[in-house]
């Protein structure tokens, strides 16, 4: 009787059951290859298997990790935990279009840069995702971009009726810093990682109350930046441009911010998403410059 043909390159294994050679079973434990998550072919490590299969159902077999998290399972390509999360037709075409939920920060950059691009919506194209440009059954988001964004805020640009700009994407997020602090934004990231590395002491949205019941959340608090009882604020302010109801909002928070600055004494610093954040460590060097500070003043409110 001929013993069972290992999986990966055929050779006998060690008998009745097993499903790999000693070869390609110690390549296994150590990672030197790896199943592909789309066809469950074994490939070397770090190679694009090239397989052109898509599936037309969830498979129930030929798997062993889940593609979005990386929990175990048997034989499935979701864990319980994720399939419970989406419905059937979203977690197929994440399989057949997407294997990973989390990106690394190299994809993140090339995300980022697309959809930083225009997507044109008119009657020819009018089945594009509105953030990549991925075809849909006529619903706004591909299954993909739904999967990423669904649960965040999103502003856009539309000009011209039909070319629609996605201009941030980072606001609700989840980011750490280094100092440990959780933001919801990758500029925010980035200023809590200023302060951080130059030793300045600070808080992430410390609540000010601006009346009995109500308060605000500055993005920062610099407890005593100005000298003793002299704290500091920064604010982070998004597009506004684009946004009517985020407009609405800035306003307001502009007029109690100077209402608290001829009360309270208060000291704010505003940074902006369209004009800081690319160079955000040059502007922190100049907006937190002591010497340039106005007290109880609201600083580059326009700048």
Not at 3 to 11: D, E, R
Not at 107 to 127: F, G, H, L, M
Not at 217 to 237: A, M, Q, R, S, T
Not at 289 to 298: A, L, M, P, Q, V
């Amino acid at each position: 009787m001929n013993k069972p043909a290992c999986i990966v390159c055929g050779n006998p294994t060690g008998g009745k059951g097993k499903d790999f050679c000693y070869d390609c079973w110690k390549k296994k434990e150590s990672g030197e290859i790896v199943q592909c998550e789309k066809c469950g072919n074994w490939i070397k490590a770090g190679e694009k298997c090239g397989c052109t299969k898509t599936f037309s159902e969830l498979p129930h077999e030929g798997f062993d990790h889940c593609v979005l998290c990386g929990k175990e399972t048997e034989g499935v390509a979701f864990c319980k935990e994720c399939y419970m999360k989406y419905p059937n037709h979203e977690l197929l075409a994440m399989l057949n279009g997407q294997t990973k939920a989390e990106q690394t920060n190299t994809q993140d950059e090339k995300e980022e840069k697309s959809n930083n691009r225009t997507i044109i919506v008119n009657a020819e194209s009018k089945s594009k995702c509105i953030t990549c440009g991925r075809h849909t059954d006529g619903l706004l988001f591909c299954p993909i971009c739904y999967q990423k964004f669904h649960k965040k805020q999103l502003i856009f640009r539309i000009t011209e009726c039909s070319k629609v700009q996605l201009l941030d994407s980072d606001y609700e997020n989840i980011y750490e810093c280094d100092d440990g602090h959780i933001v919801k934004s990758k500029s925010e990231r980035d200023i809590d990682n200023y302060l951080y590395a130059h030793k300045i002491i600070h808080a992430y949205e410390k609540a000010i109350a601006y009346s009995e019941k109500d308060e605000l959340h500055p993005d920062f608090f610099l407890p005593n930046y100005l000298g003793d009882g002299k704290d500091v604020y920064i604010e982070h302010w998004g597009y506004s441009e684009s946004n009517i109801e985020y407009t609405e909002s800035k306003n307001f928070k502009l007029k109690i911010y100077r209402e608290l600055c001829k009360k309270k004494k208060m000291t704010l610093i505003c940074t902006h998403e369209t004009t800081d954040a690319k160079r955000i460590r040059a502007v922190l060097d100049r907006k937190l410059d002591i010497d340039f500070i106005k007290e109880n003043e609201i600083n580059g409110e326009d700048t």
